[in-house]
Every structure is written in structure tokens, then in C-alpha cells.
Nanobody
Framework: QVQLVESGGGLVQAGGSLRLSCAAS????????MGWYRQAPGKQRELVAS???????NYADSVKGRFTISRDNAKNTVYLQMNSLKPEDTAVYYC??????????????WGQGTQVTVSS
């Protein structure tokens, strides 16, 4: 069973920065992709940033140029550096790890979430 533990959330003023961490219970290089999602009250969970095993990254338009996803294989940890934060970035942020088991099956693993609150 894979466990993902997020940390680094908190309260920050608009324009500030936070770095989220996601520590995995196994080597992150074993996942086909890892990413960060967020869910604001009353809204659906949305993709914020993802990174494939090959290093390709994908960002939501709303965070491009402000957020950066990275990975430290030695620490089995994925990070989300968030700069120039805006009140609309306020949400619970979830770490996701995706593993393709076979051609017909993909397993998704989720962390418990960490709250990010940006005050105006």
C-alpha cells in the first residue's frame, strides 16, 4: 500500500510563497506520474501541476509562471513551490501518485490533503 503525506500548507498573505511537500512511502521513481490537485469549497477537485516519470510537466493555466513542481528521488518526495500566491489559490491541496499496472489498469493514490489559505 502506498502512503502519501503532504505538509507545508498554512496561512500566507497575497503575494507570498509556500512550498508543499509530499513524502511517499516508496520510491517516487516507481510512479508513472505524480501531481498536485486542489479543491476549494464548493468546487470540484482540479489539477494544479503534474510531472511524469520522464520529466514532462503540466500546469493549470491559472498557476503557470507562479508554481513549480519538482521531485527529489533520494527523499522520495515531490514538491510544489508556490509563489505570488493569490486569494483564489486558497484550497485543500492533495498529492497524487499514478501507477500504471497494466494496459487496462491505472492505480491512483492520494494524500490526506493540506490546507492553503491566502489572505488578501
Amino acid at each position: 500500500q502506498v502512503q502519501l503525506v503532504e505538509s507545508g500548507g498554512g496561512l500566507v498573505q497575497a503575494g507570498g510563497s509556500l512550498r508543499l511537500s509530499c513524502a511517499a512511502s516508496r520510491s517516487v521513481s516507481g510512479f508513472n506520474a505524480m501531481g498536485w490537485y486542489r479543491q476549494a469549497p464548493g468546487k470540484q477537485r482540479e489539477l494544479v501541476a503534474s510531472r511524469t516519470l520522464g520529466g514532462s510537466t503540466n500546469y493549470a493555466d491559472s498557476v503557470k509562471g507562479r508554481f513549480t513542481i519538482s521531485r527529489d528521488n533520494a527523499k522520495n518526495t515531490v514538491y510544489l513551490q508556490m509563489n505570488s500566491l493569490k486569494p483564489e489559490d486558497t484550497a485543500v491541496y492533495y498529492c497524487n501518485a499514478r501507477m500504471r499496472i497494466n494496459i487496462a489498469r491505472i492505480d491512483d493514490y492520494w494524500g490526506q490533503g493540506t490546507q492553503v489559505t491566502v489572505s488578501s
